[in-house]
């Protein structure tokens, strides 16, 4: 019994180095925000709450954001969001084509607005939605600095429910310095076929040497 669960770990093992994980598309467009209105360079934030598309392929679906260019470091580009605006939490989202049932990986990175260095605005919460998955994320942003951001990658999986999901973030921090977001992406996890054949066979060689 133990050997037989042995050589089954072993050909899940072998499936997934043999390609079981190629380089997939991603789904988002624009996942860096770096295509959008004009900030004019030396503008560190643009509220997009007029302008629900003020960011390309993206849509600002409730309350504000800010929109920021040179007040930090971006964890990829020039552009990232925070995504508490004036006062109002705001939220961003993009559609995208999905195969039902099929499982999709989504990652994105996460830092906070370290300008107020006060405990009670230590910690941002970010809340992330997609099909039926629904879940808070948060960053301490104690001893951050605008030279520092500390961005942490963020990444989970999903089973999309239909022929199109939305992504949803939405900042759930009060007050006008939220939690900061950059470098969306969501690519679909294969199932290798080889996967399956090559586990059946090695399941099957105990048995053949039996028969011998």
Same mark, same amino acid.
């Given at each position: 019994?133990?050997?037989?669960?042995?050589?089954?770990?072993?050909?899940?093992?072998?499936?997934?180095?043999?390609?079981?994980?190629?380089?997939?598309?991603? !789904?988002?467009?624009? /996942? &860096?925000?770096?295509?959008?209105? =004009?900030?004019?360079? %030396?503008? #560190? @934030?643009?509220?997009? +709450?007029?302008?629900?598309?003020?960011?390309?392929?993206?849509?600002?679906?409730?309350?504000? !954001?800010?929109?920021? /260019? &040179?007040?930090?470091?971006?964890? =990829?580009?020039?552009? %990232?969001? #925070? @995504?508490?605006?004036? +006062?109002?939490?705001?939220?961003?989202?993009?559609?995208?084509?999905?195969?039902?049932?099929?499982?999709?990986?989504?990652?994105?990175?996460?830092?906070?607005?370290?300008?107020?260095?006060?405990?009670?605005?230590?910690?941002?919460?970010?809340?992330?939605?997609?099909?039926?998955?629904?879940?808070?994320?948060?960053?301490?942003?104690?001893?951050?600095?605008?030279?520092?951001?500390?961005?942490?990658?963020?990444?989970?999986?999903?089973?999309?429910?239909?022929?199109?999901?939305?992504?949803?973030?939405?900042?759930?921090?009060?007050?006008?310095?939220?939690?900061?977001?950059?470098?969306?992406?969501?690519?679909?996890?294969?199932?290798?076929?080889?996967?399956?054949?090559?586990?059946?066979?090695?399941?099957?060689?105990?048995?053949?040497?039996?028969?011998?």
């Amino acid at each position: 019994m133990y050997k037989r669960l042995s050589i089954l770990a072993l050909a899940f093992s072998l499936a997934l180095a043999l390609g079981g994980s190629p380089v997939q598309a991603d !789904l988002i467009l624009n /996942g &860096s925000f770096e295509n959008g209105v =004009d900030i004019n360079g %030396s503008s #560190d @934030l643009v509220f997009a +709450a007029i302008n629900p598309m003020a960011i390309d392929d993206w849509n600002v679906f409730t309350g504000n !954001l800010k929109y920021v /260019g &040179s007040l930090w470091w971006a964890q =990829d580009g020039l552009r %990232s969001l #925070d @995504l508490s605006g004036s +006062a109002a939490n705001g939220g961003i989202e993009q559609t995208f084509a999905t195969s039902p049932g099929e499982v999709y990986q989504v990652s994105f990175w996460l830092a906070g607005n370290p300008v107020a260095q006060l405990p009670q605005y230590w910690e941002k919460t970010l809340n992330v939605k997609v099909g039926i998955f629904d879940q808070d994320f948060t960053f301490n942003v104690h001893n951050k600095t605008v030279d520092d951001m500390g961005w942490i990658e963020e990444v989970f999986l999903f089973t999309a429910q239909g022929g199109t999901s939305t992504l949803q973030f939405l900042s759930a921090t009060g007050g006008s310095y939220g939690p900061a977001l950059d470098n969306v992406s969501v690519t679909r996890v294969p199932l290798p076929a080889s996967l399956l054949l090559l586990a059946s066979g090695l399941l099957g060689l105990p048995f053949l040497g039996r028969r011998k």
